[in-house]
T-cell receptor, first 115, second 115 residues
Framework: NAGVMQNPRHLVRRRGQEARLRCSPMKGHSHVYWYRQLPEEGLKFMVYLQKENIIDESGMPKERFSAEFPKEGPSILRIQQVVRGDSAAYFC?????????????FGPGTRLTVL | AQSVAQPEDQVNVAEGNPLTVKCTYSVSGNPYLFWYVQYPNRGLQFLLKYITGDNLVKGSYGFEAEFNKSQTSFHLKKPSALVSDSALYFCAVRELYSSASKIIFGSGTRLSIRP
């Protein structure tokens, strides 16, 4: 049973370019969460999605960041016009339902470096 | 508002000795508590969780955690440390039975086990 998959594992972008991060949840999981980890810090919640719905985006920056989880295919976190401050590790987690008792299982992360 | 505090940035223990990694939390309702471990350049790995019931929770790799409601603590423990336990440990909290989906993470404690 494959775990949460994220790709790419490492992504290098120049300032002003776009970054697209992909997340495939565990089999049977329909709820996806994105977190960001700055160097030497804990994870900060960004957004929670179900298939075709954004449930909670309270942690998403208001500009340049967007997320989707289409009916078919992986969840995508998109960062437009990247800046150096976007350099971080971005982790995706999934859970089978949205219940508060669910455990969230994390992927290996995508490490974004903005030059 | 929910919050988690890990008061120690680093904990150093000799192999074979017991270890404790401290965590205190704050939630307005009932807490749902987790410990995750992160190895270098890897994602977060679930160790254990507390929802209700016995205050002593056993998890993976011989780790356990004790929930103390009066002290609002959830310290991670292991009777005998291994060098391979060296990693970054995160305590996290979610409000049980709340519609809030996000997990709030502590800032992490780096555990270093010397041979």
């Amino acid at each position: 049973n494959a775990g949460v998959m994220q790709n790419p594992r490492h992504l290098v972008r120049r300032r002003g370019q776009e970054a697209r991060l992909r997340c495939s949840p565990m089999k049977g999981h329909s709820h996806v969460y994105w977190y960001r980890q700055l160097p030497e810090e804990g994870l900060k919640f960004m957004v929670y999605l179900q298939k075709e719905n954004i449930i909670d985006e309270s942690g998403m920056p208001k500009e340049r960041f967007s997320a989707e989880f289409p009916k078919e295919g992986p969840s995508i976190l998109r960062i437009q016009q990247v800046v150096r401050g976007d350099s971080a590790a971005y982790f995706c987690a999934s859970s089978p339902t949205g219940a508060s008792t669910d455990t969230q299982y994390f992927g290996p992360g995508t490490r974004l470096t903005v030059l | 508002a929910q919050s988690v505090a890990q008061p120690e940035d680093q904990v150093n223990v000799a192999e074979g000795n017991p270890l404790t990694v401290k965590c205190t939390y704050s939630v307005s309702g009932n807490p749902y508590l987790f410990w995750y471990v992160q190895y270098p350049n890897r994602g977060l790995q679930f160790l254990l969780k507390y929802i209700t019931g016995d205050n002593l929770v056993k998890g993976s790799y011989g780790f356990e955690a004790e929930f103390n409601k009066s002290q609002t603590s959830f310290h991670l423990k292991k009777p005998s440390a291994l060098v391979s336990d060296s990693a970054l440990y995160f305590c996290a909290v979610r409000e049980l039975y709340s519609s809030a989906s996000k997990i709030i993470f502590g800032s992490g404690t780096r555990l270093s086990i010397r041979p």
